[in-house]
């Protein structure tokens, strides 16, 4: 499934962003898991955050709980990221990753688990 997101930019410590990641469409996206990932500069991929196919569950990194939630909407082809509280270490290129599971199958925070990508989103926090 193609994934295309969008939303990043220029933010100051304490504000608020909302990253959108937009699947092609087709029954795949409704079949996958979805996840955010970002990647700081010099620094390895990490988990942010990921959804079940229905969207009942959701799973955050340590370092993004309390602040970020990641929600879908299957109709429209869409997950979502709202972003608050932003700090500096937020500062990342996030991408959105999409896993095709079945109904019984857990959540996954490694990257290797997602088959489909994004073309990755700039976020910067500057204080």
């Known amino acids: 499934v193609q994934l295309q997101a969008c939303g990043g930019g220029l933010a100051q410590v304490g504000d608020s962003l909302r990253l959108s990641c937009a699947a092609a469409?087709?029954?795949?996206?409704?079949?996958?898991?979805m996840a955010w990932f970002r990647q700081a500069p010099g620094k390895e991929r990490e988990f942010v955050a990921a959804?079940?196919?229905?969207?009942?569950?959701?799973e955050y990194s340590d370092s993004v709980k309390g602040r970020f939630t990641i929600s879908r909407d299957n109709a429209k082809n869409m997950v979502y990221l709202q972003m608050k509280s932003l700090k500096p270490e937020d500062t990342a290129v996030y991408y959105c990753?999409?896993?095709?599971?079945?109904?019984?199958?857990?959540?996954?925070?490694?990257?290797?688990?997602?088959?489909?990508w994004g073309q990755g989103t700039l976020v910067t926090v500057s204080s």
């Open positions: 990753a999409a896993r095709e599971t079945i109904l019984t199958m857990p959540i996954s925070n490694d990257h290797n688990d997602y088959r489909y």
């Open positions: 469409p087709g029954r795949t996206f409704s079949r996958s898991a």
């Open positions: 959804i079940t196919r229905g969207g009942g569950s959701t």
